[in-house]
């Protein structure tokens, strides 16, 4: 066999090679983890996760225009909170990566707008330390709990809470006086009394929450204390 025959089989082989490997490829199924990312409830989460910067820069300069803009976007992800879930249980699509990233989402962009607020000084700090504390204290006791296979579940204050701190944030990045038309008269509305109104009240449901689920988990220990304990 000469030189050129030679060469001539090994990129034959070669390119066979090639071909088997791109064929593998592509008939390959992605990941249960990729699977899970690509659906439209969790597009949808991650959607409120990437908006934060914008958030952000929104709330940075805080003049009216741009804290109206971050109103509506912050209302615009609240809104997609609700149409993820409600389209995760309708499409039966609720998935661990759907579990973690949803709560994860909420909190994240919560927290950055809770703490844009205090830095523009429309909320005090103290408020913020309470509700970043609460939701650290209740999502502690979850992990323990669950840990356990104890399964504590959510009052109607905690949702209290949750929607009066929604509504709250939004007037709050509003702030300003703004003139509206109620169709038989115009008033103007201090939209950052209002939002410190909500907070304020957020906050307190916020403790009131906090404080029945740690009853509820100490609850849950004694009797599972007392069961162990008791006589077989």
């Not at 050129?4 to 490829?25: C, G, M, S, W």
């Not at 910067?53 to 805080?62: C, G, K, N, R």
């Not at 523009?120 to 650290?136: D, H, Q, S, T």
């Not at 689920?213 to 069961?227: E, P, Q």
């Amino acid at each position: 066999m000469d030189r050129a025959t030679k060469r001539r089989l090994k990129q034959e082989a070669k390119q066979r090679k090639l071909e088997e490997r791109a064929r593998r490829k592509a008939n390959r199924k992605p990941s249960v983890l990729l699977q899970e990312f690509w659906n439209l409830p969790n597009m949808l989460t991650l959607g409120r996760i990437a908006v934060i910067p914008l958030f952000v820069w929104f709330t940075y300069d805080a003049d009216p225009f741009y804290s109206l803009l971050a109103a509506v976007l912050f209302t615009l992800a609240a809104i997609t909170d609700v149409i993820d879930g409600f389209l995760a249980r309708r499409w039966n699509m609720i998935t661990v990566v759907g579990k973690l990233m949803d709560p994860l989402a909420d909190k994240l962009i919560v927290m950055a707008a809770l703490v844009m607020m205090t830095r523009l000084g429309r909320i005090p700090a103290w408020v913020v330390i309470i509700l970043l504390a609460r939701e650290l204290i209740v999502g502690g006791l979850r992990q323990i709990a669950a840990s356990e296979g104890m399964v504590i579940a959510a009052g109607q204050e905690g949702k209290w809470k949750t929607s009066l701190q929604l509504v709250g944030i939004i007037t709050l990045c509003v702030h300003y006086v703004h003139r509206i038309d109620f169709v038989v008269t115009q008033v103007d509305v201090d939209f950052n009394a209002m939002g410190k109104l909500f907070v304020y009240i957020s906050t307190a449901f916020s403790v009131w929450s906090a404080a029945i689920y740690f009853r509820g988990f100490i609850a849950m220990l004694a009797k599972r204390g007392g069961s162990a304990s008791a006589p077989g």
